[in-house]
T-cell receptor, first 113, second 115 residues
């Protein structure tokens, strides 16, 4: 069964900490995405990547960075966590152009205190 | 820019009734795809159905069908014979060629099925 695995289901961090959210897919997918989900706002794209070492800003990249050193792994980094980054973070992957086979991870609920 | 609008924040429906969840979209790209996802309380995003902009027929998948009205830019999800397990958040999403494979989501509709 194809899978996108997010390393933590729940995470509590302190304001100012550097936070790493990890996402691994086992489907050899080209594209990977990080979304943030907030009530009433739906899912908003933070960053995405088409290939190793490639990254593109999404709609809300401020306060975040990403890393994709290997095809299967896409990391989201909060350089200095703030309380307004408390949210559900969802990772997704897709095979490539024109496919509708997006697969999502189960999410990481991050609380910044 | 791409935009998805879901105007129903919440809906309550009697079990076994049909449900229509509304979705309108806006894009200038002639080639696009429309998606519906279900998110139960456990949090995972479950793909339900896909409609391509050039598809001649409305998509169907079991109890799910997509009422695609291209001229009105609407892509409503219809669930026939609703079940208690259909209670969840439902998201409409769009991908366009201009958007480079990323999905743009609506704000979602929380569907509650009443026994």
């Amino acid at each position: 069964d194809v899978k996108v695995t997010q390393s933590s289901r729940y995470l509590v961090k302190r304001t100012g900490e550097k936070v790493f959210l990890e996402c691994v897919q086992d489907m050899d997918h080209e594209n990977m995405f990080w979304y943030r989900q907030d009530p009433g706002l739906g899912l908003r794209l933070i960053y995405f990547s088409y290939d190793v070492k490639m990254k593109e800003k999404g709609d809300i990249p401020e306060g975040y960075s990403v890393s994709r050193e290997k095809k299967e792994r896409f990391s989201l980094i909060l350089e200095s966590a703030s309380t307004n980054q408390t949210s559900m973070y969802l990772c997704a992957s897709s095979p490539g152009w024109g496919s509708y086979g997006y697969t999502f991870g189960s999410g990481t609920r991050l609380t910044v205190v | 820019a791409q935009k998805i609008t879901q105007t129903q924040p919440g809906m309550f429906v009697q079990e076994k009734e049909a449900v229509t969840l509304d979705c309108t979209y806006d894009t200038s790209d002639p080639s696009y795809g429309l998606f519906w996802y279900k998110q139960p309380s456990s949090g995972e995003m479950i793909f339900l159905i896909y409609q391509g902009s050039y598809d001649q027929q409305n998509a169907t998948e079991g109890r799910y069908s997509l009422n695609f009205q291209k001229a009105r830019k609407s892509a409503n999800l219809v669930i026939s014979a609703s079940q208690l397990g259909d209670s969840a958040m439902y998201f409409c999403a769009m991908r366009t060629n201009f958007g480079n494979e990323k999905l743009t989501f609506g704000t979602g509709t929380r569907l509650t099925i009443i026994p």
